[in-house]
C-alpha cells in the first residue's frame, strides 16, 4: 500500500496552501463533472478491453476518490481511512458466507441474502418507499432499470415477456397519436417501456444501446472513407449516401470491438 499512502499525501500537498492553485479551488461540486467523466473513461476502456488503457483510467477514479476524500478531511467530516474502513466493514458484513458460518447454495441465493442484509442496515429501515436510495444523478436509462428493479421487488411486475412486449407496442400507438405537447412526455414513455422489455430479455439496455451507437459510427465512418471523406459525403445524395450505408453494413461486423453487452445484473 505504500503507493497508495504516497498518492494520499501527494493530493493533500496539492491542496496546501503551498500547492495548487486550481487543486486548492476545488468542492465536492466542482469535481462532481470530473468524477463522472472518469467514470465513463474507465468502462469504455472495459467495452475496448484495453486492459493498459482501464488500469489508467481507474488511476484517474482512484484519484477522485482520494480528492474528495480529501476535501472532507479537511472540514473534519471524514477521511480516505474511514472510506476504506466502511466498504471492508461492508463487504465483511454482507459476505457472511465467506467471513461467517453462513452457506448458501449459488449466486442468486447470494443475491437474495445481499438485499436481504442490505435492508436491516442503518439507512434503509427508515426507508418509505421501495424506490428511497435510487440516484437521482444517474443516467436516465440505467435510473429506469433500477426504479424497475426496485417495483418488482415488491410484486409490481408483468408475469412474462409478453407484457412489457404488449406495453412498447401500446406506448408507440400513444406516441404517433400525440399532440405536440404531448410528444416529449409520450416519448419518453416509449423509451421506459423499451427498459422495461430489456429487463425481461435479461438484454442491459445500456449495453445494448452503447452497442448500437458503435455499430452506427463504425458503419458511418465507413461511409466516410468510401466516399474519400467528410466533403465528399456531404455532396452525395440521400440515396447514394444509402447505398454506401448497405455496403458499409454488409462489410462491418456487428460482433466487432465496441459492441460487446454485459449481462443484466441484479443491484447490488
Known amino acids: 500500500m505504500e503507493q497508495f499512502d504516497e498518492l494520499v499525501r501527494v493530493m493533500a500537498q496539492l491542496r496546501a496552501p503551498e500547492g495548487c492553485p486550481w487543486d486548492a479551488e476545488q468542492t465536492h ?17 472495459i467495452d475496448d478491453e484495453d486492459w493498459s488503457r482501464l488500469r489508467d483510467e481507474l488511476g484517474d477514479v482512484l484519484l477522485q476518490v482520494v480528492f474528495h476524500a480529501q476535501l472532507a478531511a479537511e472540514r473534519g467530516e471524514f477521511t480516505i481511512e474511514d472510506v476504506a474502513a466502511g466498504i471492508v466493514e461492508k463487504l465483511y458484513r454482507r459476505h457472511p458466507h465467506v467471513f461467517g458460518d453462513a452457506k448458501v447454495a ?19 429501515t427508515d426507508r418509505e418507499s421501495a424506490l428511497d436510495g435510487v ?21 409490481f411486475d408483468w408475469q412474462d415477456e409478453s407484457g412489457p412486449r404488449a406495453k412498447v407496442h401500446e406506448e408507440i400507438t400513444e406516441l404517433e ?39 452506427f459510427e463504425r458503419r458511418f465512418r465507413a461511409m466516410e472513407q468510401a466516399a474519400g471523406g467528410r466533403a465528399g459525403l456531404a455532396q452525395m445524395s440521400l440515396q447514394e449516401m444509402d447505398e454506401l450505408w448497405e455496403q ?12 460487446k453487452t454485459g449481462e443484466n445484473s441484479e443491484e447490488r
Open 29 to 45: 461540486q466542482s469535481l462532481r463533472p470530473y468524477l463522472l467523466e472518469e467514470t465513463y473513461e474507465a468502462v469504455e476502456a
Open 106 to 124: 449459488d449466486s442468486a441465493e447470494v443475491l437474495k441474502r445481499w438485499e436481504e442484509l442490505k435492508h436491516e442496515e442503518e439507512g434503509y
Open 135 to 155: 440516484p437521482r444523478a444517474m443516467p436516465a436509462v440505467p435510473r429506469a432499470l433500477k426504479i424497475q428493479s426496485r417495483a418488482s421487488k415488491v410484486g
Open 177 to 215: 397519436q400525440a399532440s405536440e405537447e404531448e410528444v416529449e412526455a409520450e416519448f419518453g414513455d416509449v423509451l421506459f417501456a423499451l427498459v422495461n422489455l430489456a429487463r425481461f430479455l435479461k438484454v442491459d439496455p445500456e449495453s445494448a444501446l452503447r452497442g448500437a451507437n458503435a455499430r
Open 248 to 259: 458499409a453494413k454488409s462489410s462491418t461486423s456487428a460482433k466487432a470491438g465496441g459492441d
